[in-house]
């Protein structure tokens, strides 16, 4: 993998294989995994399901016990027939496993695997996901030295209701308020009045929070 490939990939695969072989970072994983099936539709229907997928993304942040979402996944398991269960639930069910497993990377493929066959489009949802990749991951091979003093009080209260609400449309005013505290990083701006998407665990707003 190169700087050039990660940039233009269309293959999750192949990119979660390079962030394996070089710095796995599990809260972001899970949130990775959480964001493909939050892309369909029919695993937030149920209140059981959307339950379960915002307790794992609890979990990722350390906000609730490994133990609270097992529970949780057993009861919804109980109440499917496992042996007929869709794509969908399997997606779901594999990023449930991610709050137990360490071989995320290995999780995380399946779950995309899982959420591009229930797809209509299966390229064109893989396609998404390596987008959701590059927004939560960055740049690996161009890291950013985010300077302390860009992250005032208005950058952070901007970040941090998007981060609770996920609903990422202010990215381009949180540009302004980094400006306005003397960034001037090009990837930091563009990132954040690009088009996206944003999703938890976006590498700007972790950077702001302090997440990452």
């Known amino acids: 993998m190169t700087e050039r490939k990660w940039l233009d990939a269309t293959d999750p695969g192949s990119m979660l294989r390079h962030l394996e072989r070089t710095s796995e970072d599990r809260r972001k994983l899970r ?13 937030l ?9 915002e307790m794992t993304e609890l979990f990722a942040d350390g906000l609730v016990r490994r ?23 399997r997606a779901l069910a594999s990023t449930t496993d991610l709050a137990m497993r360490w071989r995320l990377s ?49 950058a952070i209260g901007i970040a941090a209701t998007m981060y609770d609400s996920r609903d990422f449309a202010p990215m381009p005013i949180l540009a302004d308020a980094l400006e306005d505290a003397g960034c001037d990083h090009p990837d930091v701006l563009a990132h954040c009045r690009g088009p996206g998407p944003h999703v ?5 707003v972790d950077l702001v929070l302090g997440k990452a």
């Open 31 to 43: 949130l990775f995994a959480c964001a493909c099936c939050r892309r369909t539709r029919s695993v």
């Open 45 to 53: 229907k149920s209140k059981e399901t959307r339950n379960l997928l």
């Open 67 to 89: 133990g609270e979402v097992e529970k949780l996944r057993e009861h919804w398991l109980r109440r499917l027939d496992t042996v007929v269960m869709g794509w969908r639930q």
């Open 106 to 154: 290995e999780m995380a493929r399946a779950v995309c695997g899982q959420v591009a066959t229930a797809a209509n489009r299966p390229e064109f949802e893989l396609k998404q996901h390596g987008k959701l990749l590059r927004d939560i991951f960055g740049n690996p091979f161009r890291p950013v030295a985010f300077d302390p003093s860009w992250r005032t009080s208005t």
């Open 200 to 204: 938890r665990g976006c590498w700007v």
